[in-house]
């Protein structure tokens, strides 16, 4: 079983940035690819960013790409999304997730999900 905890969510200004993290509990986190995923008020859950288990391979929405940068420390069992550049369009309730079947942009193949952190860009 793996807990996720996500945090680093707020309100800031079109253009700002802002580093979410995602903390999770357990020996295997290593084991699992992980993802981001947000959800806006009256929209499906859509994919941002996935990095594989080892942190080589990655890859993004379009509409993140070149702005929004996953990573992981392993040695942390934590995850990361760093975003640039944000627009009001990127508000939303921002999820990690992970999956043992490896990276994925599909909601389907991931097996544990934090509760979500607000992530609010104001105009």
């Known amino acids: 079983q793996v807990q996720l905890v996500e945090s680093g969510g707020g309100l800031v200004q079109a253009g700002g940035s802002l580093r979410l993290s995602c903390a999770a509990s357990?020996?295997?986190?290593?084991?699992?690819?992980m993802g981001w995923f947000r959800q806006a008020p009256g929209k499906e859950r859509e994919f941002v960013a996935s990095?594989?288990?080892?942190?080589?391979?990655?890859i993004y929405a379009d509409s993140v790409k070149g702005r929004f940068t996953i990573s992981r420390d392993n040695a942390k069992n934590t995850v990361y999304l760093q975003m640039n550049s944000l627009k009001p369009e990127d508000t939303s309730v921002y999820y990690c997730?992970?999956?043992?079947?490896?990276?994925?942009?599909?909601?389907?193949?991931?097996?544990?999900w934090g509760q979500g952190t607000q992530v609010t860009v104001s105009s």
């Open positions: 990095i594989s288990w080892g942190g080589v391979n990655t």
């Open positions: 997730a992970a999956a043992r079947r490896g990276l994925s942009s599909r909601i389907g193949l991931y097996d544990y």
């Open positions: 357990g020996r295997t986190f290593s084991s699992y690819a």
